[in-house]
């Protein structure tokens, strides 16, 4: 099991739940928590952590020169042990940070928006298996150490090496639920499709994070149809739906339980058929975007009020998987599905996570 | 002796920011024949108003507009081939407005650059990201940076209602662009 070599080494020595105490307290008061406690950081544990990786831990990996901050490997180190990482989750923490950094959002002022914005993870690959990375059952939800503490640790990043702080330079009107937690291995086993990160044109067998920010999730729950065309529109309808519209086109991902995947792809629907599909049928009539004052765009591609008229309007702005990220994820048990709202696009690709201490790719 | 706990924000002994504060560009004691820019950060009613303003100071305080411009990326401050344009075009800039998390704070830096370009300026933000654009000042070096705050919201006002908020704002932009305000 992962982890339990760390546990076995603890049993050996005197615990002293105080000092763990008044240490947690301690990072309290220094302002690192997001409101959770933290696992303090020592020199010995972070050295564990920076020798799971084969980057120099003086690499800037990350910059915002608006607030003159910057992320070394040495600085993700530290915020990933206070997450409660264990060491060989660094490479994915690297991983996943740097397919964010992808993202236009996560170099501009995406961080301090008012959407507040959660990013996304995906794992593909070994690593899933080698760390327990959950992909299947209550995959949104908690119970699994990588799960919670990997996004954690990009939070954590985000807060103390950006100095991004809730209420000051992070001005997210009300946020969402599931910032700094949503991170998921793809349900490969059960998926009829190509990971996801074979699709985004890493070689097969690749341990692989893609990575983007969400503005919500929304589930789609349909277990009573055999059609795929029905199955389809239900997921268009949801998609489509205005109140996640702001500029001319809008981004979307799905994150299909092995159920619904199956169904689809039983149907003869590969990703890029899905993302056809739904592409062309995800949207709103003009009359029913100026119902809600949307119907127009301004010069900068706002929407606002117009004059209304007929068409359709889709918003996806094209079939490719940037606009619409699929990935298979949960249990095999029921239809139940989430959409993902993206807040900019997907990079549509995927970054490689080294084996531990290793520069090569994982596979 | 048990170990140190490391600090995750890389600015443990880092100096504070520094706190001497801003001199501001030298003003003149009216805009009478002065040259004005207008930089808008793209959001919604930012160019209507600014361009209001424009037409106000025009119209009753003797200046010329000679530099419309955007700012294309709102979150980010101004580049600096942007500010040098403005330097040379204009005597004085006014910019907005900080309607959002990141452009707020970037509005207000884009005022400390101008100024610190020798070129006064005038930075409108909506009175609810005054936290974050404090923040901001703080960074830069000048804390209580004084940038002007007009009612949230800004983004949903009409043409009317924007020429309205343009009156209300004009003896403000004019005092921040002529009186050396207390730092």
């Known amino acids: 099991m992962p982890g339990q070599a760390v546990i076995a080494e603890q049993t050996e020595t005197e615990l002293d739940p105080d000092a763990a105490h008044a240490a947690i307290e301690y990072c309290y008061t220094q302002g690192w928590s997001d409101g959770l406690p933290l696992v303090p950081a020592t020199r010995p544990l972070v050295e564990k952590f920076l020798a799971a990786t084969a980057r120099n831990p003086a690499e800037v990996i990350g910059r915002l020169p608006q607030l003159d901050r910057s992320v070394t490997v040495e600085l993700a180190a530290i915020n990933a042990v206070m997450a409660g990482c264990l060491p060989e989750y660094f490479p994915v923490v690297l991983a996943a940070w740097d397919a964010l950094m992808r993202e236009r959002a996560t170099t501009g002022g995406g961080w301090q928006s008012t959407s507040g914005p959660a990013p996304l993870m995906v794992?593909?690959?070994?690593?899933?298996?080698?760390?327990?990375?959950?992909?299947?059952?209550?995959?949104?939800?908690?119970?699994?150490?990588?799960?919670?503490t990997i996004p954690r640790a990009i939070g954590l990043m985000v807060r103390n090496a950006y100095g991004i702080h809730p209420h000051e330079l992070e001005q997210a009107t009300q946020g969402l639920p599931g910032r700094w937690s949503i991170c998921l291995a793809e349900n490969?086993?059960?998926?009829?499709?190509?990971?996801?990160?074979?699709?985004?044109?890493?070689?097969?067998?690749?341990?692989?994070?893609s990575a983007t920010l969400l503005r919500t999730c929304e589930f789609v729950d349909n277990r009573h149809t055999s059609s795929a065309e029905h199955l389809l529109a239900d997921f268009a309808d949801t998609i489509g739906r205005s109140g996640a519209w702001i500029f001319?086109?809008?981004?979307?991902?799905?994150?299909?339980?092995?159920?619904?995947?199956?169904?689809?792809?039983?149907?003869?629907?590969?990703?890029?058929?899905?993302?056809?599909?739904?592409?062309?049928?995800?949207?709103?009539?003009?009359?029913?975007?100026?119902?809600?004052?949307?119907?127009?765009?301004?010069?900068?591609?706002?929407?606002?009020?117009?004059?209304?008229?007929?068409?359709?309007?889709?918003?996806?702005?094209?079939?490719?998987?940037?606009?619409?990220?699929?990935?298979?994820a949960g249990a095999r048990n029921a239809g139940i599905s989430m959409v993902v709202r993206l807040f900019g696009g997907w990079s549509g690709t995927s970054v490689p996570v080294p084996r531990p201490g290793r520069e090569e790719s994982y596979d | 002796?048990?170990?140190?706990?490391?600090?995750?924000?890389?600015?443990?002994?880092?100096?504070?920011?520094?706190?001497?504060?801003?001199?501001?560009?030298?003003?003149?004691?009216?805009?009478?024949?002065?040259?004005?820019?207008?930089?808008?950060?793209?959001?919604?009613?930012?160019?209507?108003?600014?361009?209001?303003?424009?037409?106000?100071?025009?119209?009753?305080?003797?200046?010329?507009?000679?530099?419309?411009?955007?700012?294309?990326?709102?979150?980010?401050?101004?580049?600096?081939?942007?500010?040098?344009?403005?330097?040379?075009?204009?005597?004085?800039?006014?910019?907005?407005v900080g309607d959002c998390g990141s452009c707020s704070a970037s509005a207000v830096a884009d005022g400390i650059g101008f100024e610190q370009a020798g070129v006064p300026?005038?930075?409108i933000c909506s009175d609810a990201f005054v936290v974050t654009a404090d923040a901001m000042a703080e960074l830069r070096g000048a804390p209580g940076y004084h940038y002007i705050r007009t009612a949230h919201p800004v983004a949903v006002l009409t043409t009317e209602q924007v020429r309205q908020r343009a009156k209300q704002l004009l003896p403000e932009v004019v005092a921040a662009l002529t009186e050396t305000l207390p730092q």
């Open chain 1, 123 to 148: 794992i593909n690959g070994p690593v899933r298996a080698d760390l327990g990375i959950n992909a299947t059952g209550g995959v949104f939800g908690p119970g699994f150490r990588p799960n919670a």
């Open chain 1, 188 to 209: 490969e086993e059960d998926s009829p499709w190509p990971a996801l990160a074979t699709e985004a044109g890493l070689p097969p067998g690749t341990s692989a994070v």
């Open chain 1, 248 to 328: 001319r086109h809008a981004s979307a991902g799905i994150v299909f339980c092995p159920e619904h995947a199956q169904l689809l792809a039983g149907a003869g629907f590969d990703r890029a058929g899905v993302r056809a599909f739904l592409a062309d049928r995800s949207g709103r009539s003009t009359a029913g975007l100026a119902a809600v004052g949307k119907d127009a765009c301004d010069d900068n591609g706002v929407r606002g009020p117009g004059d209304g008229g007929d068409g359709f309007q889709r918003m996806l702005a094209g079939s490719e998987s940037q606009h619409l990220l699929i990935a298979v």
């Open chain 2, 1 to 96: 002796m048990p170990n140190a706990i490391l600090d995750p924000t890389g600015r443990a002994g880092a100096p504070r920011a520094r706190s001497a504060g801003l001199t501001l560009a030298a003003r003149r004691p009216d805009l009478s024949g002065q040259r004005v820019g207008l930089m808008d950060n793209t959001k919604h009613n930012a160019a209507l108003l600014l361009a209001e303003i424009g037409g106000l100071l025009a119209a009753e305080h003797g200046v010329t507009v000679t530099l419309e411009a955007t700012k294309a990326d709102f979150a980010a401050p101004a580049p600096a081939d942007l500010v040098v344009r403005y330097r040379e075009a204009c005597d004085v800039v006014i910019t907005g």
């Open chain 2, 121 to 123: 300026a005038a930075v």
